[in-house]
């Protein structure tokens, strides 16, 4: 009698660890992501393009040179961004840095963060 209440038990017990697995996994998997799976698309570097987008919306806080000015410096910036990070930073801003998904087209954005994930 015990052994079968106890087998029952273990049953159970078996069950709710598959749900758990199976409903908390992806969950942290998420987040450890950062919430979406978000991958800039491979590109060629279109340096003339890119400095052209770099005078008309960046040079202003961020140096002629990429020294740095109100923003920091750029000129070995894909050394310790990745293009995500680098995308994610310029569409969306934050702490003084404004963000461009309005003002530039997903295609300019994908341009630039190229071009900046080449400067090591
Ligand atoms: C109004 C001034 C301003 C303009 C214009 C601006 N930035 Fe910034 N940017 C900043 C500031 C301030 C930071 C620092 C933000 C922080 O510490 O979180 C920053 C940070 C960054 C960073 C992250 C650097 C790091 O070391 O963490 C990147 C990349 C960047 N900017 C790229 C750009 C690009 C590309 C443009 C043009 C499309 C641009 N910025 C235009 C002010 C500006």
Same mark, same amino acid.
Request: glycine share 12%; with cysteine.
């Given at each position: /009698?015990?052994?079968?209440?106890?087998?029952?038990?273990?049953?159970?017990?078996?069950?709710?660890?598959?749900?758990?697995?199976?409903?908390? *996994?992806?969950?942290?998997?998420?987040?450890?992501?950062?919430?979406?799976?978000?991958?800039?698309?491979?590109?060629?570097?279109?340096?003339?393009?890119?400095?052209?987008?770099?005078?008309?919306?960046?040079?202003?806080?961020?140096?002629?040179?990429?020294?740095?000015?109100?923003?920091?410096?750029?000129?070995?910036?894909?050394?310790? /961004?990745?293009?995500?990070?680098?995308?994610?930073?310029?569409?969306?801003?934050?702490?003084?840095?404004?963000?461009?998904?309005?003002?530039?087209?997903?295609?300019? *954005?994908? #341009?630039? #963060?190229?071009? *900046?994930?080449?400067?090591?």
């Amino acid at each position: /009698m015990y052994t079968r209440l106890l087998a029952v038990l273990v049953g159970l017990a078996c069950v709710f660890g598959v749900y758990l697995i199976s409903t908390g *996994l992806p969950d942290k998997e998420e987040s450890a992501t950062g919430g979406t799976k978000f991958m800039v698309p491979e590109r060629a570097v279109d340096a003339p393009a890119s400095e052209q987008l770099y005078k008309n919306m960046c040079i202003a806080c961020h140096g002629d040179r990429m020294q740095g000015a109100v923003g920091p410096e750029l000129a070995h910036i894909g050394a310790s /961004m990745t293009k995500e990070q680098l995308y994610k930073k310029i569409s969306g801003g934050g702490g003084g840095m404004p963000a461009f998904e309005n003002r530039l087209t997903e295609d300019q *954005l994908i #341009t630039i #963060t190229t071009w *900046l994930a080449s400067h090591k």
